[in-house]
Each structure stands twice: as structure tokens, then as C-alpha cells.
């Protein structure tokens, strides 16, 4: 199945150090680049929805640093952060991803977005440094967690256009 063409995530693991989400938006890529990069928006959307964003900083520029920080509804909070390496509005992201548990174990992540018809296909890869990195971060509930977060940046969209 195009990935394109549906609202579906695909997940997918292009090596043994990555894992890559691919699912598409029906909206421009200058859209959706902006909810992906403008702490505004990514605050509603990024997470589950059981938890609630208590930090949401974004320095838009390379070397610049986004930190995230999700709380539970027992107040347990999770923190995740990075520095972004490239820059290129509105097509591509390139950052490191640092979950707080494992500073030790940053993944790079490359975000394409790609537009066709006005509907943009986002393609998220993310390379860890070592397999073991990538199946314990794949293993931890990224589909599931990425499934609900994209449905709601999915329902974020349609409330900016």
C-alpha cells in the first residue's frame, strides 16, 4: 500500500539500527511543518492523550536544542530533548532524540516532509547507535505512542486550515 495515498501509519525497519513511521496528512507541507516545529502547536498534539505537556521549548535553528517533558496523571514525568543539526523549512528536520532515562543513547532522527496534491507524507527515520538501542526504543510502545500522537496532530490540522 502507497503510504501516500492513506492516513495509515506504516512503520517499517530500513536497517538494523533504524525504524522509520511514514504516514500522511491531508494538508500542505508548510502546514504541517509549522505544527511539527512551533512549540504552539506541538504542544497539543505531541504525546498521548493521557498525559499532558508541562514543558514545551523549541529553538528553531541548527545547533538550537527542543526539550519536551510529559506528565502522567500520577504526576510521574517524562522528558525527552535534542539539538537540531539541519533546518530546511518546510522539507526536512534533522535532531538528535535523547528520552532523559538514557542520555547515553541518542537517536538521530530525520523527518522528510513531502507534499503531493496537497496531502504531505511525513517520513520520520530514526537511527540509533546500536540494534539493541533501536529494539528497546521499538519495543517500548513507539507504535502505539506514534499511532495515537499522529492522530492527534492529524485533528490538529484540520482546526488550522
Same mark, same amino acid.
Given at each position: ?33 509549522? &505544527?511539527?516545529? !512551533? ?7 505531541? =504525546?498521548?492523550?493521557?498525559? *499532558?505537556?508541562? #514543558? ?49 543513547? &541518542?537517536?538521530? !532522527? ?7 496534491? =496537497?496531502?504531505?507524507?511525513? *517520513?520520520?527515520? #530514526? ?35
Amino acid at each position: 500500500m502507497d503510504a501516500r495515498n492513506n492516513s495509515k501509519l506504516v512503520i517499517t525497519l530500513p536497517s538494523d539500527k533504524e525504524f522509520r513511521l511514514t504516514r500522511s496528512f491531508d494538508a500542505p507541507r508548510k502546514l504541517v511543518f509549522e &505544527a511539527w516545529t !512551533n512549540p504552539e502547536h506541538v504542544r497539543r498534539w505531541w =504525546g498521548c492523550d493521557l498525559m *499532558t505537556m508541562s #514543558v514545551c521549548e523549541i529553538d528553531l535553528r541548527v545547533g538550537g536544542a527542543w526539550r519536551y517533558v510529559l506528565r502522567m496523571p500520577s504526576g510521574e514525568e517524562h522528558g525527552f530533548g535534542g539539538v537540531y543539526r539541519e533546518i530546511e523549512p518546510p522539507a526536512r528536520l534533522v535532531y538528535t532524540f535523547i528520552y532523559d532515562p538514557y542520555p547515553d543513547t &541518542a537517536a538521530l !532522527n530525520t523527518v522528510l516532509f513531502e507534499e503531493r496534491d =496537497g496531502r504531505t507524507t511525513v *517520513t520520520e527515520t #530514526v537511527l540509533h547507535q546500536t540494534t539493541e538501542a533501536r529494539d528497546a526504543h521499538f519495543q517500548s510502545g513507539v507504535e502505539a505512542g506514534a499511532h495515537e500522537t499522529l492522530k492527534r496532530l492529524e485533528a490538529l490540522l484540520r482546526t488550522m486550515q
